[in-house]
């Protein structure tokens, strides 16, 4: 099924969930969660949906947009949506109104109760758009491989046009660039390139350090093409590579390797996640390792699935994870590798091309 004769079937698969959660309609405000319900791109717009119903409701600015992306009935509303949500809401008359408790903002919740006059009860609803999200359908595979592949291909260009000396946020433009220029609409999350003792913090902001020969280099980086997005993290060295951080890259590959080994439909993530621990505590590295597993990505970098040690969620084939076990050294330096993996009934297909063979630069 093409992308765009998916949104109506997707709506229809939401409404059992609506018994599940004893309600008769939901007003949906994660912009993400519109955009897969019915493909409308813009940035400001709720949804509301009751069986037989669907209605897009956005502003002025979206007016032609929303009419040639969904087949959804759009209202067009001046100034904030909700004034012109509540009249509708008003005629409607849901009866028990879900909402997306994660999602909506408190002055809308606040405004929605108050203004309700009995015409409807807002029931707070917890991940039901995104719990369905996690199984991908064919059409958003083949989009989250685009995406990945194309990230690869930046990557693998960035890193010919390094040189040592250059900034970290030299590399890191060089890499948003590369992104563009393959057909990115954006990167999916701010890049992260780190030298040196700064690829010990996880979420290392690029600066104005040099990197310099003899180095560790961490690059964590993603694009987002028509929505979609992907995740990579490498750790490559600028020249000679000391033997103990040899060992620890084989150290954190095998971690990385072990994780992939468990996925498969069916497979528990705190398995996936465990398998990797294990590795590194082998190493002696595994209170170094200092966050979760993975995530689910798709419409958004960080979705759920989570992977982690307490997240009791069970892979299912059609799912789209990272597998990114890491090592942090304070005032050292870390590793971390990272691919996106696609959970099939067998196994899974590790979709990242890159190698990842210690790799001198
Ligand atoms: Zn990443
Ligand atoms: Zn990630």
């Given at each position: 099924m093409p992308l765009s004769a998916e949104y109506s079937s997707r709506r229809q698969t939401l409404l059992p969930g609506f018994a599940e959660h004893k309600i008769d309609g939901l007003l949906v405000t994660s912009l993400a969660n519109i955009r897969y319900l019915t493909g409308f791109t813009g940035s400001h717009g709720a949804l509301y949906l009751a069986p037989g119903k669907a209605i897009l409701f956005t502003d002025p600015r979206y007016t032609l947009q929303a009419s040639q992306e969904t087949t959804c009935d759009v209202r067009i509303l001046t100034g904030s949506l909700f004034p012109g949500i509540v009249k509708a809401l008003h005629r409607l008359k849901p009866g028990q109104l879900g909402f997306e408790k994660s999602q909506m903002p408190y002055f809308a919740w606040d405004y929605l109760t108050r203004e309700s006059k009995s015409r409807y009860t807002l029931v707070p609803v917890d991940s039901l758009v995104e719990t369905q999200r996690m199984v991908k359908s064919e059409a958003e595979i083949a989009l989250i491989r685009e995406s990945v592949n194309l990230n690869s291909q930046a990557f693998d260009r960035a890193l010919k046009r390094f040189k040592p000396g250059m900034r970290e946020s030299d590399l890191a433009a060089e890499i948003d660039y590369q992104m563009r220029r393959l057909?990115?609409?954006?990167?999916?999350?701010e890049t992260i390139v780190a030298t040196g003792a700064h690829s010990a913090l996880p979420h290392a902001r690029p600066g104005e350090t040099r990197i310099e020969t003899n180095q560790l280099l961490l690059i964590d980086m993603g694009a987002t093409r028509q929505g979609y997005t992907s995740d990579m993290t490498r750790t490559v060295f600028t020249g000679k590579a000391a033997p103990v951080w040899r060992k620890r890259y084989q150290a954190v590959l095998e971690a990385q390797q072990a994780s992939i080994a468990t996925?498969?439909?069916?497979?528990?993530t705190v398995k996936v996640d465990a398998a990797g621990r294990q590795v590194l505590k082998g190493y002696g590295l595994d209170k170094q390792?200092?966050?979760?597993t993975g995530h689910g990505l798709g419409?958004?970098?960080?979705?759920?699935p989570r992977l982690g040690k307490r997240d009791k969620n069970v892979l299912r084939a059609g799912m789209v994870v990272t597998v990114e076990p890491g090592i942090y050294l304070e005032g050292q330096g870390g590793i971390r590798i990272e691919d996106t993996v696609l959970v099939t009934a067998s196994g899974c297909e590790i979709l990242t091309p890159t190698s990842k063979e210690l790799t001198v630069v």
């Open positions: 057909g990115a609409s954006s990167t999916a999350f996925i498969r439909d069916g497979a528990r390792f200092t966050h979760s419409l958004e970098i960080h979705e759920a």
